[in-house]
């Protein structure tokens, strides 16, 4: 009895599975609230495509180094990736951090050199200046024969 009032144990509150049955769906609701705006904000941009080009190219310029083995820049309308060399002829590589990656729609690649261009197994690659546009965002990625770097080129 409660001032007078006795409690049923129906009026005592919440249960604790009644408790943590409210905690799931509010837990699944902020997920899928995170998840609907990470979605929004992964949209294509030039700066991404910047920096996953200039992690790729340090990516194979390693593998070149460690393995001791021929690899190469390689591109073609709309995209790039990297080949090695077998014997007598270029293979393209086909494993995620050195296939063949198309660049979303509208973006375009622009290069200081032709390919193949040839990552050194001695850290002595040639080097590779590579322009990813889209719209009015420049981004430029440097690949000295050791790195590579990204940077944004200033709005005129």
């Known amino acids: 009895m409660a001032g007078g009032r006795?409690?049923?144990?129906?009026?005592?509150?919440m249960t604790l599975m009644e408790m943590l049955i409210v905690l799931a769906i509010i837990g699944v609701a902020a997920g899928a609230v995170s998840l609907g705006i990470g979605a929004a904000t992964r949209a294509p941009s030039a700066e991404a495509e910047a920096h996953r080009l200039a992690t790729r190219l340090q990516a194979a310029a390693d593998d070149a180094m460690l393995g001791d083995r021929m690899i190469a820049f390689?591109?073609?309308?709309?995209g790039y990736g990297f080949a090695t060399f077998d014997g007598g002829a270029w293979?393209?590589?086909?494993?995620?951090?050195?296939?063949?990656h198309t660049l979303p729609g509208g973006?375009?690649?622009?290069?200081s050199a032709r390919p193949?261009?040839?990552?050194?197994?001695?850290?002595?690659?040639?080097p590779l200046t590579a322009t990813i546009e889209s719209g009015d965002q420049h981004w430029v990625v440097r690949y000295d024969g050791m790195t590579a770097t990204a940077t944004q080129v200033?709005?005129?």
């Open 91 to 100: 293979v393209p590589r086909t494993d995620d951090a050195t296939g063949f």
């Open 116 to 126: 193949p261009i040839i990552l050194g197994v001695d850290g002595s690659g040639q």
């Open 6 to 13: 006795i409690i049923r144990p129906a009026e005592r509150g």
């Open 107 to 111: 973006m375009v690649i622009r290069l």
């Open 154 to 156: 200033p709005a005129t």
């Open 74 to 78: 390689t591109a073609r309308d709309h």
